[in-house]
């Protein structure tokens, strides 16, 4: 990808003053006003104060957490059920990739919900039973793929369709849009009544050049979501159904399934930083643009710490880091910015400003009683 020139603005200002964070209280009291919300350090470790968890789990700031008596014992690792659904985390996120289970047999998951039926992955075509079990594989005759990432409130998708397997084909233009809903399910999001056909012509594919006179792998279509489902594309999973009719074979499903991004993303490269007492905490956070509107866009980043007052600027010192320089874009939209933090512990956010739209990111900074 062509690099593109960034202005990375850091707002900086004297780390503030904090007070000592209030003592947490029955996870289901209404905090009074002025109280501190959110991580908080004690002498048992991280909790979290004023948030509806039971004694389990708690979700904060996207990632799923494990506690014991209010105390956070990790990131959450394993199944979990939501009512009759059940989803599988890795360090706190829903996975998405193969596993096997106990009895050594192989299952995909999607968004932490598990492959039911045909799943195109890759070049193959794989089939599930009804309890996620792998019990087929099979090279796929098509594979459908959208030209580059798609993100939240694009109005236009572009698939790229390619003929793998043998023969001569009419390709079917997209008639369905579904999305993986929270019981990890295919549903049809389009409005009732609304056919959606992005064109009237019938594209063709040729394996050999038999039929048509012409070799001939690859189509490419498109589908307007927001016509189709009558709003914008929200994040989440999605796949679109194609199709192809075989002039000498028979027709054949074809699936473009993709994940739909935020315009642009804040990571951070660890979830707990630690400092020394005497020394400070070293930070990295990544900005990653995924929207190519997005992508000549100044980029404007802040730190804040949580206090009983809100988001606070906290911040010592921004460093260009020297393998991805911020003013450069890497191959796949990210820059990174690293900055410094002073020993003490507390709950952070790093904030980047993009074309008036915020994106943000949570970390913490831990203090370590190791003596030197």
């Known amino acids: 990808m062509k690099n593109i020139k960034k202005t990375i603005s850091a707002i900086m200002a004297a780390a503030v003053i904090f007070g000592t964070a209030a003592t947490s209280v ?3 009291d209404p905090p009074a006003e002025g109280t501190y919300i959110g991580w908080e350090h004690t002498s048992g470790g991280w909790t979290y104060t004023f948030t509806d968890y039971d004694e389990l789990y708690c979700k904060i700031d996207g990632v799923l957490y494990d506690f014991d008596e209010y105390i956070c014992t ?14 599988y985390y890795v360090d706190g996120l829903p996975y998405t990739g193969w596993t096997k289970n106990k009895k050594g047999e192989r299952k995909y998951y999607l968004d932490g919900y598990p492959a039911k039926g045909e799943m195109p992955i890759g070049k193959n075509i794989y089939t599930f039973d009804e309890n996620g079990i792998l019990t087929e594989k099979k090279s796929a005759v098509f594979i459908a793929v959208p030209d580059g990432k798609v993100c939240e409130g694009d109005k236009t998708i572009n698939v790229t369709v390619k003929l793998l397997g043998k023969g001569a084909y009419f390709m079917v233009p997209p008639s369905k849009l579904e999305r ?3 019981y990890g399910e295919w549903v049809d999001c389009g409005r009732e009544g609304v056919e959606y056909i992005t064109c009237d012509c019938l594209y063709t594919f040729d394996s050999e050049g038999d ?3 012409e070799k001939n792998l690859e189509a490419k279509t498109s589908l307007d979501p927001e016509e189709y489902i009558g709003a914008k594309l929200t994040a989440g999973y999605y796949r679109i159904m194609l ?5 000498e074979s028979d027709s054949v499903a074809v699936y473009a399934v993709f994940e739909v991004l935020p315009p642009a993303e804040v990571k951070m490269s660890e979830d707990i930083y630690t400092a020394d007492k005497d020394a400070d905490a070293e930070v990295r956070a ?3 643009v995924n929207s190519e509107k997005l ?3 100044d980029i404007t980043v802040r730190v804040e710490k949580k206090t009983s007052l809100g988001w606070e600027t906290a911040v010592k010192e921004f460093k260009l880091d020297k393998s991805v320089s911020c003013d450069t874009e890497s191959a796949d939209g990210t820059v990174s910015v690293d900055f410094s933090l002073p020993p003490e512990n507390g709950y952070y956010r790093t904030v980047a400003d993009i074309d008036g739209i915020e994106y943000e990111a949570a970390f913490r900074v831990e203090v370590s009683d190791r003596k030197k």
């Open 26 to 28: 029955s996870a289901f």
């Open 74 to 87: 990790g990131r959450h690792n394993g199944f979990i059920s939501f009512g009759k659904t059940k989803m």
């Open 180 to 182: 993986l809903n929270g």
């Open 211 to 213: 039929f048509w006179g």
């Open 243 to 247: 199709g192809a009719d075989g002039i």
């Open 286 to 288: 990544y900005v990653t």
């Open 295 to 297: 992508s000549d866009k």
